[in-house]
């Protein structure tokens, strides 16, 4: 698989990277995420996105008991995490209401315990989940910048930011953002036309794009725009070697402009290597504009 760095300087990531908000939906062993990690690696998927609120806050440490099976396994790996949201539940009884908090003690205190469940010293990427609507932009970069001098972070980005949100963030940081998490699918064009995606594609950043199955909807017979995908994805897929709706949805992200690198989240080891092989795909421009016309069930302005 090719690899992509998020900005100039680095880090150095897998051009699709496998995610992991639902792996406990599966109830699987430590063995069992431990034998996922390694599929990933065979396919060249060397980077994971978790996030300390995945699970109800139980994933990291799940996928640290995974990673603690194989010495050395986690150094053959890039890690992202987030932290940023908070919400009752069993492992927070004292917490009443969901909430968002990104101040910078509040974002250190979540990072160590990221480290700590994790069971390594540094992760490749760090990212603020969601824009704290209460907390000053000096403040949350002071917290990153905290952590990028400490060395527990190679890298700070952010997710679901606006592009004025990034930008406000960004002009308070001694070493620039190196992406936007957002969700960007066949079925959410928005970040083509808010600005997020030019600004990324501008700054020589390279955003990551969560959901990019649109969480199955693209598969939903009930969705009319799923019905008119599939239809085009069938009279296309023999310029494609077979190629499925599916992988034409991962190469339909990665073809824009400011190459977002898709953030995988199947728990079925088949279809992690059916994904990979969308990396290999580079759509003709008619095609691609094709699943854009089906997508919104309409021509192009």
Known sequence: MKRAKLTAAGPEFSRMIYGTWRILDTRPTAQEINRRLHICLDLGITTIDTAEIYGCYAVEEQLGAALALSPGLRDRLEIVTKAGIYVPC????ERRTAHYNATGPRLIRSLDKSLRLLGTDRVELFLVHRPDWLTRADDTAAGLNELLRSGKIRAAGVSNHSASQ???????????????QIEFHLLNHAPIHD?????????????????????????????AAASRLAVAANNMAPRYDGATLEQLAYAWIMAHPSRPLPVIGTNKPERIGSAAKADGLVLEREDWYALWEAAQGRAIP
């Open 90 to 93: 069993p492992y927070h009884p």
């Open 166 to 180: 990034f930008e406000l963030l960004n002009s308070r940081m001694e070493q620039p953002l190196a992406t936007n």
């Open 195 to 223: 600005g997020t995606l030019p600004q990324c594609e501008r700054l020589g950043v390279t955003p990551m794009a969560w959901s990019p199955l649109a969480g199955g909807r693209l598969f939903d017979a009930n969705e």
